[in-house]
């Protein structure tokens, strides 16, 4: 789910989801802003929501945690780790098993959360694959992108493909540059920016850094 669509018959609104598949488990990562977004986008991408191992929130904001009441009534009871006490409420009388995270570390095979750390507001983000190869997927990025990255590449390894919101709508060109070469410098080789990532950061990856920047919304797969 994200604010834009690749794929014909999924539909697009303010927000992130992804779904990581890896190792025989399915984790979802955000939920978009609405339960019927997120139930109408996995139905048509073949996605069975009752078969997730776990829920993994970003951030508590209602562009991500909004989607929860479809993964409630399709998998009552999942673990879902959110990244404060914040929400736990809310979550355990959806039906949900709110788990908080406390720091990074590997919650299934091949997967880890990276943080949380403030942005203001706590963030998480998710890593999957194989250190020194990892995809790490980002909701909003409130903290940054680079600092999520920075801190997947020091406690899990290295990452080569990064995915999500950038939180760089209205940014000066100043601080888009910093967060792209930082993610260049730590050997990232694609990015996909998406959500609130906004276009300046699009048009700087490409002068840049060419073959970089990859085409993000709703429907895009990575395959690694
Ligand atoms: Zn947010
Ligand atoms: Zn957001």
Redesign the pocket.
């Known amino acids: 789910m994200d604010n834009k669509v690749l794929r014909k018959g999924l539909l697009r609104a303010w927000?992130?989801s992804a779904i990581a598949s890896v190792s025989g488990s399915r984790v979802l990562f955000d939920t978009g802003p609405d339960p019927g977004v997120l139930s109408r986008n996995t139905s048509a991408l073949g996605i069975d929501l009752s078969r997730i191992s776990a829920v993994v929130i970003s951030h508590l904001?209602g562009?991500?945690t909004g989607g929860l009441p479809a993964t409630a009534a399709n998998a009552p009871g999942v673990r879902t780790y959110l990244p404060e006490p914040y929400g736990v409420d809310w979550v355990r009388g959806l039906g949900l098993d709110p788990v908080v995270n406390k720091g990074t570390g590997m919650i299934l095979p091949r997967t880890w959360i990276i943080g949380p750390i403030n942005g203001p507001i706590s963030e998480q983000a998710l890593a999957i694959g194989e250190p020194g190869e990892l995809v790490l997927l980002v909701?909003?990025s409130h903290p940054g992108t680079d600092r999520l990255a920075e801190l997947a590449v020091r406690e899990v390894g290295g990452v080569a493909v990064v995915a999500g919101?950038m939180h760089l709508i209205g940014a000066p060109p100043h601080r888009v540059a910093e967060v792209v070469d930082r993610l260049a410098d730590l050997g990232v080789r694609k990015v996909y920016p998406m959500?609130?990532s906004g276009e300046a950061v699009a048009q700087y990856i490409e002068r840049e850094y060419p073959g970089m920047l990859g085409m993000g919304g709703a429907g895009l797969r990575i395959i690694v």
């Open positions: 927000g992130f904001h562009d991500h909701g909003c919101g959500h609130c």
